[in-house]
């Protein structure tokens, strides 16, 4: 069981591997910034678990230097759930770091993912049919907001 010391740990020595000019692709991490100093707000964050088995996400939320959630779910199969923080009414430059299951932590960079020119964005952290973990981000926001408008990172 990873210990909240060692995903910070973890995160920590992520978030210091120089990144400049990364893709944001899923294991890669990015710095957020893109060329928007203000970021993106976080409208909806969310995991869900599509496979047949539990599964437990650790789940950390960094902009700039400041770590601002780190939990730990169970998610029975078929499970979901959306986590709340101060990312929904803040426009910054948000990383989520993500582990299944005590494997590797894994990084997406929010604002390389939906491009600068997003006022906000969606997460969906999720544990597919195969077991396999996924991030999926969208800039739709809102009431009308779609989850066939999310894209793989």
Do not use: F, K
């Not at 909240?4 to 944001?24: E, F, I, Q």
């Not at 991490?29 to 976080?42: E, I, K």
Request: aromatic share 2%; glycine share 14%; proline share 3%.
């Amino acid at each position: 069981m990873i210990t909240r010391r060692r995903l910070l740990g973890a995160t920590a020595a992520a978030a210091a591997v120089p990144t400049a000019g990364c893709s944001g692709a899923l294991g890669e991490d990015t710095d957020g910034s893109a060329d928007d100093p203000d970021g993106v707000r976080l409208d909806e964050l969310s995991i869900q678990n599509a496979h047949d088995s539990e599964h437990r996400i650790q789940l950390a939320v960094e902009t700039d230097d400041e770590m601002l959630h780190l939990g730990a779910y169970d998610l029975d199969d078929e499970g979901e759930r959306t986590i709340e923080g101060a990312w929904t009414d803040t426009p910054g430059s948000y990383r989520v770091h993500v582990t299944l299951d005590d494997g590797a932590v894994r990084t997406a960079g929010i604002v390389d993912s939906v491009g600068s020119e997003a006022s906000c964005a969606r997460v969906l952290v999720r544990i597919g049919t195969d077991g396999e973990l996924g991030i999926w981000t969208g800039a739709n926001c809102g009431p009308d907001a779609d989850d066939g408008d999310l894209g793989s990172v």
